[in-house]
């Protein structure tokens, strides 16, 4: 075991992901020297993480990274197709009423994305980007301040960096989430993904949400042969081992899927790898600790059904990169301020992340009904909704997108959609069926209520 000289920062960043990299590229452009720290800089391979946001390009192109999503044989993605039953319903992203011009997200292979992201923040002046795994946070004796990391490189060398500010950002399986907070992620059911080759999807340029038994299933296309499907498994995820998922994919997935797609979906589970990502729930915690600020999944996550994640994330890079800027904050040891600054921070991002965590954990109640009567009554409520068009969609599709920060709006739409699903319950019912009609108002309301109620209390209580 060898150690090698200390060296001191302004800023060190654990885990160059999206995150990292946008955060690296933002602070070092405003002159901070950043440390930038990554366990494996080879590109990596993950089945999630592959579709952008309108309100996501919004943030790159904010923070100067908008050429990332270039030249990696990505696809521009207009909106959503939502099939169930047969029936498809398109919710397209909105126009901006200024430029007449649509709105367009981008879907593209994960690990494409993040190397372009770590090419742009090695380049950036003022960013050392370095290959070693942190291995623990450094305090000053006799205090939770933190001083610094400890990191070693693939040959056991070991390195003591030094900096009053340290951002950790190393994703769902974080390993130092533990020291910032006693939260752990709420998981409810898993995806399985693989690729299936040179499939026309009924809706090109579209996400697809398949509202299927007993839970959703998500498609779209990452490049020009590859489209991406993410089956949600609820529970306890089948063996891999002995064939039981595979046999769960064939036997009750395959049947739910629309005939032009179910032959290359079968045809896949032939040849590629299953591989899975568990899904889950986290709400955020504010920022309290002297000397490090947790961010991106590591502090706050939804179910990535409405692909909310990379928006939420780069949207809390801009924000965080304003709050701490150079003006706000001369020098990151002035630790008091640097905490008013993050008090101001938790609350001003709920402005969008708000209605992006909660709407993403409603929606997935509501598609993964499971035949649960009241739940499917909003699910057919749901979908006859988005059938009006209009308003209807652009509402919902507009928060899903990142574009609208209004946690009200999505309230409102919610509620309408509980309504509309009352009411054409109730006029499937006629007035023979008005006593049960009488009952489900109450049963639906409730379901309702205690669908999205306890998400949007755990957003705003904190």
């Known amino acids: ?17 999206i995150v990292g990299c946008a955060a690296a590229k933002a602070f070092g452009s405003d002159g901070r020297k950043v440390l930038l720290l990554e366990r494996d800089l080879s590109e990596p391979d993950r089945i999630v993480g592959e579709l952008l946001q309108p309100g996501g390009i919004d943030s790159l192109k904010s923070l100067g990274l908008e050429d990332c999503v270039e030249g990696i ?5 207009h909106g959503y197709g ?4 047969g029936e498809t319903v398109e919710i397209p992203y ?46 000053e004796d006799d205090s939770e301040k933190v001083i610094g ?27 130092f989430r533990k020291e910032f907070t006693t939260k752990t992620p709420d998981v409810r059911s898993n995806f399985v993904g693989f690729i299936m080759k040179d499939l026309q999807l009924p809706l090109p340029n579209h996400g697809h949400v398949v509202l299927a038994q ?23 995820l089948p063996s891999v081992s002995n064939g039981d998922l595979k046999s769960y994919l064939e036997e009750t997935v395959g049947p739910e899927l629309p005939d032009s797609i179910r032959p290359k979906f079968i045809e896949a589970l032939q040849t590629e790898r299953l591989r899975s990502m568990p899904n889950g729930f986290l709400p955020p915690s504010m920022n309290q600790a002297i000397g490090m600020i947790l961010v991106g ?25 304003e709050f701490l800027s150079p003006e706000n904050v001369s020098s990151f040891t002035d630790y008091e301020t640097i905490q008013n600054q993050m008090k101001s921070f938790h609350w001003k991002r709920k402005n969008y992340c708000t209605a992006i965590n909660v709407l993403a954990m409603a929606l997935y109640r509501l598609f993964a009904a499971n035949h649960d009567a009241d739940l499917e009554v909003l699910q057919r409520g749901c979908f006859s909704y ?38 054409i319950e109730a006029k499937s019912n006629g007035w023979a069926g008005a006593h049960h009609s009488f009952i489900m108002f109450f049963t639906v309301l409730y379901t309702a209520c205690v669908t999205i109620l306890p998400y949007l209390w755990s957003e705003t209580k904190y």
């Open 73 to 77: 044989d990505g696809i521009p993605c």
């Open 214 to 236: 007993p839970s959703p299933i998500l498609m779209y296309q990452i490049s020009t042969t590859d489209t991406r499907v993410l089956v949600d498994v609820p529970g306890k």
């Open 386 to 423: 988005f059938q009006f068009g209009g308003e209807c969609v652009n509402g919902p599709v507009g928060l899903l997108s990142g574009l609208i920060q209004r946690p009200i709006v999505l309230i409102y739409h919610f509620f309408s959609v509980a309504f509309h699903a009352i009411y």
């Open 149 to 175: 990391v400890s990191a070693q490189s693939k040959t056991n060398e070991y390195f003591r960096f030094y900096a009053p500010l340290t951002i950790v950002c190393d994703g769902l399986f974080s390993k």
């Open 94 to 139: 909105p126009i901006n009423p200024v430029t007449e011009v649509q709105a367009v997200g981008k879907s593209f292979h994960h690990g494409r994305f993040v190397q372009k992201l770590r090419k742009a923040a090695t380049l950036t002046e003022n960013v050392t980007v370095r290959e070693l795994t942190v291995n623990s946070l450094l305090r």
């Open 82 to 85: 939502v099939i169930r039953n």
């Open 297 to 321: 999944d590591a502090m706050n996550m939804r179910h990535p059904l409405t692909g909310g994640g990379m928006t939420v994330a780069l949207n809390d890079v801009v924000l965080l990169r």
């Open 1 to 17: 075991m060898s150690t090698t000289p200390v060296e001191e920062f302004e800023l060190i960043i654990v885990g160059a992901g």
